[in-house]
Structures are given as C-alpha cells and as structure tokens.
C-alpha cells in the first residue's frame, strides 16, 4: 500500500473551520467547469434573446455604412482612414456590450459554487507542478480519468445534440441563402437561439450533477486526520504557558475589582484566619445579600486589612465562612440555603449601627452539610 493511499485513508475526519479558511486563502475552492459552460451558453441565448434585434439592426447598419462611399474616397486614402475608424468604432460599441454582458454571466457562474475570492496565492510559484513525475501521476490518477471521461461524455452529447438539430433544420438552412439579408438574419437568429436552447438544456443536466459533486470533492480533499486535527486545536488554544500568564493575568484584574468593591460591603464574615467572605445587601434594590469578595489565606488577611481601613463591620463566624466560601461565588447571591444565616448576620448589623455598645455576636445555626469542615469529619 502506496504511502498516499494510507494517508488518504487516515483523513476521515470532516475538515474544520479553520482548514477551510485557510484553504480559502490559498485558492483552493470548488470549481464546476459544467457550470461555466451552461454560463455561456446561457448567455449567449439570453444575449440572443434580448438583444437580438438589436445586434440585427446594428449589423445591418454597419454593413450599409461599410459599402456606402463614394468613388473619390475608394481612390484616397486619406478619405478611407476615418471612413474605417467611424466602421471600427461602431463595430466595438456593438461587440463590447456583449463581451461586457457575457463576462459578468461567467464570473457570476464561478461565484455561484464558492463565493467571492480574492487571493494571490494561487498564483505563487510551486515546483511541484512543473516536476514531470508528479504531473505523469496527476494525469494518470482516477480522478483525472473520470473528468476526463465526464468531458468527453458532455463534448459527445453537445455534438449529438448539434449535429441533430442540425440536420432536423436543413432545409430552413438552405433557404437563409435565398432571403433578403433583413429576413435572413431574423430566421438565423430564431434558428440559431432554438439550437442554443438546446445545448443549454444539456449543460443544465450536466451542471446539476457536476456542482454537487466538486463540492463534495472539495471537501473530501480537504479531510484531516487525528493528528492534524489534534495539532490545529493545540496551536489554537496556544501554549500551555502562554494561556497560564493569561489566566494567572485575569485572576489578578479580577482580584483587583473583587478588592476595589470591598468598600461597599455592608458586613465581613472571618474564620477568622483562613477564611474572609464580604457581604453586600441594599434592601431598597435587592432581593437577597451577594458575595462581593472572598479569599482564603493571604487573600483573606487582605481583606480584613481594606475593610478595617473601611469601617466594614466584621463577623467572627467560622462555620458560615467556611461555608460560603465553598458553596458561594463572587458577585452572586449568597446560596438560598444560607439565607436563614446570612440573615442572622445583617441584623447583627443593623442593631450594631444604632447601638453605643457592639451587640453580642449572634449563635448561628447551619443546615446540615453545609459547613465542609463537618461534612469532612
């Protein structure tokens, strides 16, 4: 087994976001020949269609304004040049509309599979295109063989196609030599728009199932394996270190807001060591107390410290600490289990701010499981 066929069984995986972007950016879209075709053809019927009797008017004045001039210019040059220049200038204000008309209907065909793409990329040079052994491979590969055999299906059926029409309209083609040039050219534009038609109606079945399948190719080309896929997400996410500074940044922007708020805590409850919790409750705004801040340790000791330069009434309270510690979280409501405690703490505050002496601290009781040294015992 061929090293490219293993590799190609190894990418099972659907090729991600960011492959095909970058895919993308290379130049590597879907691309339906079928489609560019019927594009043309299509156009020119519709250009037929259209604009028909105008380019048989047009057609018939250039050819009248070609053969009028007199014989003095016929035997001047001079007179001959602008003569020429005024015939050219109307031919091109004839043809450049359709050119115009039929480049915009090609590139809309290309942007109707894979969208607007502009990219230089494509355009870089890669020596592996011009390496022999490499192009003897791509032509001989089964991917080459069926498109080239899809081609030459569609090239046999376009020609059976004309070669029919053709012949179903020989009479009404020997007759256009015997016309006047005005009838002429209106039966030669109606016969030819009939065969156009058809042609159309061929490349319209052969679009239909060329498009579907370069999409699906696309993407098929386009799998990754595990490991590719792996690699992509680990360059994505960032070195491990990189997100670490990151995470360990954030904690501190978070820190320092948590500690910047700690001035509106109505009450702090302590471990009184370990553990520091701040209680902010507004009874006019809020429905219950939230978590403003809380630390452990070093943290702890830091918010002791801001809330005695504060004025914030501060609790003794082990067992509420510990557990709003574990079971709560900054700028959230305090845990509806606690809400019975926590209450028992705001009116300690309350009777603190109009008392001349502190009150006793109150006995507060926990439901059980809630403090996590006694659920650990």
Known sequence: MSASETSRKDRQLPATEQRLKQAREEGQIARSRDLVHLAAIGALLALLSFLGPWVGGQSLELVGAGLHFSRDDAFEPARMVPHLARLGTAGLSTVVPLLAAMAILLAGSTLAVSGWNLTLKALEPKFDRVNPLAGIGRLVGWQSVLTQLRLAVLAAALL???AWYVVQHADEIDALSRMP???AL???????AGGLSLLTLVCLVAAGIDVPMQIFKHRADLRMTLEEVKKENKESDGDPHVK???????RELSRGRMLAAMPTASVIVTNPTHYAVALHYDEASMNAPRIVAMGADHLAFKIREIAA????????????ARALYKHGDIDAEVPVALYTA??????WVFRLRGALLPPPQPHIDLPPGMDPLEAAR
């Open 160 to 162: 059976g196609c004309a």
């Open 186 to 192: 209106a039966t030669g534009f109606g016969w030819l």
């Open 342 to 347: 926590v209450a028992q703490v705001l009116a």
């Open 244 to 250: 670490g500074e990151r995470r360990r940044r954030a």
């Open 181 to 183: 040039l005005g009838a």
């Open 309 to 320: 330069a504060a004025r914030v009434p501060v609790l003794e309270a082990p067992p509420l």
